[in-house]
Nanobody, 123 residues
Framework: QVQLVESGGGLVQAGGSLRLSCAASGRTLSSYAMGWFRQSPGKEREFVAAISWSGSSTYYAESVKGRFTISRDNAKNTVYLQMNSLKPEDTAVYYC????????????????WGQGTQVTVSS
């Protein structure tokens, strides 16, 4: 069984940066693709970014392309989300998850989820 723990969220001004981490306990994540999703109160869970098991392929929501970068360090069982040029609309709880099905952007393709970390961007 895998447990995921997100960290690195906080309050930042528009235009600032944050680096989120997702650390896994238990067995290594190295054979699984991973993704980041976010959710604001009253809104649907939104795909943010995903990365293949090897780290060779990445996928991004159009709203974050050019600003966010997903990466992973399989030796450390950790996935990262570097968030630059943050906007108020990026405010949400961010979750990492392990991918087990085909679609990278569908939340139903992921089985294990972290507890989330709050990101708040002020204008």
């Amino acid at each position: 069984q895998v447990q995921l723990v997100e960290s690195g969220g906080g309050l930042v001004q528009a235009g600032g940066s944050l680096r989120l981490s997702c650390a896994a306990s238990g067995r290594t994540l190295s054979s699984y693709a991973m993704g980041w999703f976010r959710q604001s109160p009253g809104k649907e869970r939104e795909f943010v970014a995903a990365i293949s098991w090897s780290g060779s392929s990445t996928y991004y929501a159009e709203s974050v392309k050019g600003r966010f970068t997903i990466s992973r360090d399989n030796a450390k069982n950790t996935v990262y989300l570097q968030m630059n040029s943050l906007k108020p609309e990026d405010t949400a709880v961010y979750y990492c998850a392990r991918k087990v099905k085909i679609s990278y952007s569908d939340y139903r393709s992921y089985d294990y989820w972290g507890q989330g970390t709050q990101v708040t961007v002020s204008s």
